[in-house]
């Protein structure tokens, strides 16, 4: 996007100070081909605070650096990029593979929990929670529940409801859609919700993966994908040993298929697929 075309003035300067800001709240680096992304997602927020150019929107986060700006600047930039049953091989082990055998680790408590970290507007904590209770159908007594987590809180509200439009749902299986989801009446036929059954095992929180967050209770398995690829090694060696102190022993962590843990961690062995078990 050239300069003249662009409603307000965007400098080198204000981008730096923007991306650090990023770096720093989110630990998501930046890099120099994100200039016109930063422009296009931000030139929304300077338009309804009424600021004439970026580096006034820039002098206004530093001045209110708690603020209510601060989350819609974060709800702005972060990229939410997700689909139903996005990598299927993932579900497959997961009902192949990983529920029988929790079903087995776990029988004296009866409990599988799993955490969906950077779950974006819900597609994949819904495909999991599609996938547990289909496996688990046979199966009286089990408590199994997910937490899903992200930074934005947009996301997160659109996630919550479940409510979608039906192009969203169109590659998901046409039994799946039927059993588990609603169509819309009149306006909102357009429109599809998930059952109750689906969203009632899953509580959707906020978490700022940068933050001092530790779960109550480790995790089973722990779904990180297309996450740890905007961080630094650094940041990725810190914030995988922290899933890894979140996650039982024996528990899996499925990351994107861009992603790799080599050189990152010895506290993971490779399954296979970007599939990766605790192994201490």
């Given at each position: 996007?050239?300069?003249?075309?662009?409603?307000?003035?965007?400098?080198?300067?204000?981008?730096?100070?923007?991306?650090?800001?990023?770096?720093?709240?989110?630990?998501?680096?930046?890099?120099?081909?994100?200039?016109?992304?930063?422009?296009?997602?931000?030139?929304?927020?300077?338009?309804?605070?009424?600021?004439?150019?970026?580096?006034?929107?820039?002098?206004?986060?530093?001045?209110?650096?708690?603020?209510?700006?601060?989350?819609?600047?974060?709800?702005?930039?972060?990229?939410?990029?997700?689909?139903?049953?996005?990598?299927?091989?993932?579900?497959?082990?997961?009902?192949?593979?990983?529920?029988?055998?929790?079903?087995?680790k776990n029988s004296a408590d009866r409990k599988i929990r799993i955490w969906s970290s950077g779950c974006s507007t819900g597609e994949e904590p819904y495909s999991i929670a599609m996938t547990l209770h289909d496996a688990m159908s046979s199966l009286a007594g089990w408590d199994y529940r997910i937490m899903a987590t992200d930074i934005d809180s947009n996301v997160l509200t659109t996630a919550?409801?479940?409510?979608?439009?039906?192009?969203?749902?169109?590659?998901?299986?046409?039994?799946?859609?039927?059993?588990?989801?609603?169509?819309?009446?009149?306006?909102?036929?357009?429109?599809?919700?998930?059952?109750?059954?689906?969203?009632?095992?899953?509580?959707?929180?906020?978490?700022?993966?940068?933050?001092?967050?530790?779960?109550?209770?480790?995790?089973?398995?722990?779904?990180?994908?297309?996450?740890?690829?905007?961080?630094?090694?650094?940041?990725?060696?810190?914030?995988?040993?922290?899933?890894?102190?979140?996650?039982?022993?024996?528990?899996?962590?499925?990351?994107?298929?861009?992603?790799?843990?080599?050189?990152?961690?010895?506290?993971?062995?490779?399954?296979?697929?970007?599939?990766?078990?605790?192994?201490?």
């Amino acid at each position: 996007m050239s300069e003249r075309n662009r409603e307000f003035e965007f400098t080198q300067r204000d981008f730096d100070f923007l991306r650090k800001m990023s770096n720093d709240r989110t630990g998501i680096v930046v890099s120099d081909d994100k200039f016109d992304m930063f422009y296009s997602r931000l030139s929304r927020r300077v338009r309804t605070l009424g600021l004439r150019k970026f580096s006034e929107y820039c002098d206004y986060l530093k001045a209110n650096p708690e603020g209510d700006e601060s989350l819609e600047f974060i709800n702005s930039i972060t990229t939410n990029l997700t689909a139903f049953f996005r990598e299927n091989h993932h579900f497959e082990y997961l009902t192949k593979t990983v529920i029988p055998e929790l079903v087995g680790k776990n029988s004296a408590d009866r409990k599988i929990r799993i955490w969906s970290s950077g779950c974006s507007t819900g597609e994949e904590p819904y495909s999991i929670a599609m996938t547990l209770h289909d496996a688990m159908s046979s199966l009286a007594g089990w408590d199994y529940r997910i937490m899903a987590t992200d930074i934005d809180s947009n996301v997160l509200t659109t996630a919550s409801n479940g409510i979608y439009q039906m192009e969203r749902v169109n590659g998901v299986d046409k039994k799946l859609l039927r059993r588990w989801f609603q169509q819309g009446k009149g306006s909102n036929t357009d429109k599809v919700r998930a059952k109750k059954e689906l969203r009632e095992i899953i509580s959707f929180k906020q978490i700022n993966l940068m933050s001092d967050w530790k779960l109550r209770q480790p995790r089973d398995v722990i779904f990180c994908r297309n996450v740890i690829i905007y961080f630094d090694k650094e940041t990725k060696i810190r914030l995988v040993d922290r899933y890894a102190e979140n996650l039982k022993t024996g528990g899996y962590l499925f990351i994107g298929h861009s992603e790799s843990l080599f050189n990152i961690t010895n506290r993971f062995e490779l399954i296979g697929n970007t599939i990766y078990r605790k192994i201490k």
